[in-house]
């Protein structure tokens, strides 16, 4: 008599195939997610995914194991089973070139470092960018936040407000004042947020504002040093004796002046916003960092050395019209007496 054999089903598992890679569906939705579809090197973070015909999407990233697949690959010595290799708590997401970079530089890469680099990264993503929502209003203000966030480079705050301070401005923010000028006219304002929209048209344009005031002053350096760095236009120094050498120093200290007195501005509109988009949007954004604050580290505004500011609004505003006296003032002392030559 003839046995019936036993007939199992075995459960089927959508898994990831790719040069001898098995990545269940499950790790794969985890590593995506967690880290935004971004490349999840901090000097990094590019888009993963990009938009191709009828509405679908081509991914671009790379799951790469921080543990080696192989015994023989990049930190593959290692006691971890091939099945937790190829799990999501072995994995980063990151583009080609940083994918390379990692396997390449395998003493500097370490397992530790790249696990660290990983939760840095998610970190970052939870604070950062906006939490996805399927209506068209909160995709409207999610991709507002996530587009000022990127552009303003907040995850760089302390190396921003450095140099601010002392009249340096990487080209990076002087251009991102462009795409946010770009992004606030074209924006169709859904209007049901009221207090977000608000904090952030301001927080527009107090950008606008400082870039605008520090560029009617400031231009590249024509030598190698801090080349990409807009400063001062210092000039009506090289010239000696100049005539005109006290016309452009007094505006070179007003235009100075001004310029601090609109990066505490931006500051106040810039807390204001964070503290809407934790209320009506994100409640994890930036709440670890707090108060974006004004740092003087050289003492070149505030007086002293590693001095720190959180700005108020009426005492920033009230200076802030005095300044504009002055500057009303010179303005006429020197009304059809404005040098026409090069500095």
């Not at 990692?102 to 604070?127: F, G, P, Q």
């Not at 344009?205 to 560029?215: K, M």
């Not at 200290?253 to 988009?277: G, T």
């Not at 200076?319 to 006429?332: G, N, P, Q, V």
């Amino acid at each position: 008599m003839a046995t019936k054999k036993k007939i199992v089903k075995k459960r089927t598992v959508k898994k990831h195939r790719r040069n001898g890679i098995t990545i269940r569906d499950k790790d794969q939705k985890l590593l995506w997610g967690n880290a935004a579809s971004r490349c999840s090197m901090r000097e990094c973070r590019t888009p993963l995914t990009i938009n191709i015909n009828d509405g679908k999407s081509s991914t671009l990233g790379e799951m790469c194991h921080i543990v080696g697949e192989k015994k023989a690959a990049a930190r593959g010595k290692s006691n971890l089973s091939l099945v937790d290799r190829n799990q999501y708590s072995n994995l980063i997401l990151l583009c080609a070139h940083h994918h390379k970079t990692i396997d390449r530089y395998e003493a500097k890469y370490t397992i530790e470092l790249l696990h660290k680099i990983k939760t840095d990264h998610e970190i970052w993503v939870n604070e950062t960018l906006s939490a996805k929502t399927l209506t068209p209003d909160e995709l409207v203000y999610s991709a507002l936040i996530d587009h000022l966030s990127l552009s303003l480079r907040l995850e760089y705050w302390s190396w921003f407000i450095d140099n601010s301070v002392r009249q340096l401005v990487h080209t990076e923010f002087i251009d991102a004042a462009d795409s946010i000028k770009e992004r606030q006219l074209a924006t169709i304002w859904p209007n049901t947020k009221p207090e977000l929209e608000l904090t952030t048209k301001v927080l527009m344009q107090a950008y606008a504002d400082l870039s605008g005031q520090y560029l009617s002053f400031a231009t590249l350096p024509s030598f190698p040093f801090d080349r990409d760095f807009f400063q001062a236009d210092t000039s009506y120094k090289q010239t000696f004796p100049n005539p005109h050498y006290h016309y452009y120093s007094d505006k070179h200290s007003l235009w100075a002046r001004k310029n601090f007195l609109l990066l505490c501005i931006y500051v106040i509109r810039l807390n204001e916003f964070a503290e809407a988009v934790r209320k009506y949007s994100n409640p994890l954004f930036y709440v670890v960092r707090g108060k974006f604050l004004v740092i003087d580290n050289l003492g070149t505004h505030l007086g002293n050395w590693g001095a720190m500011l959180d700005p108020a609004l009426n005492a920033i505003e009230s200076r802030l019209k005095a300044i504009d006296i002055e500057i009303s003032t010179f303005e006429k002392k020197y009304k059809g007496k404005e040098p026409l030559s090069a500095r």
